[in-house]
């Protein structure tokens, strides 16, 4: 089992900044994925970014250029630096780490980012 804690959510206004903390603990294994997803009320989970391993990433097409995610020293820690934050970033923000092949996942339970006009 892996154990995921995310923290950093919260209220901001348009044109602000957040970053998004999100550490694994437990069975975790040195090849993996982690990534970040959110989800709006009324809409479908949707990527936002994933981090390999190895430090190959791969961003959605709405937060590219504003959004930045990065592994911690030990690996099993990984950020999201949000920039420009716009109204439509507003979500639930889940942390998923996976198997290289997605043969298995863990989610966390969620933080909410509510960006202000």
């Known amino acids: 089992q892996v154990q995921l804690v995310e923290s950093g959510g919260g209220l901001v206004q348009a044109g602000g900044s957040l970053r998004l903390s999100c550490a694994a603990s437990g069975s975790t294994f040195s090849i993996n994925v982690m990534g970040w997803y959110r989800q709006a009320p009324g809409k479908q989970r949707e990527l936002v970014a994933t981090i390999t391993s190895g430090g190959s990433t791969n961003y959605a097409d709405s937060v590219k250029g504003r959004f930045t995610i990065s592994r911690g020293n030990t690996k099993n820690t990984v950020y999201l630096q949000m920039n420009s934050l716009k109204p439509e970033d507003t979500a639930v923000y889940y942390c998923?780490?996976?198997?290289?092949?997605?043969?298995?996942?863990?989610w966390g339970q969620g933080t909410q980012v509510t960006v202000s006009s």
């Open positions: 998923r780490y996976s198997g290289w092949y997605n043969e298995y996942e863990y």
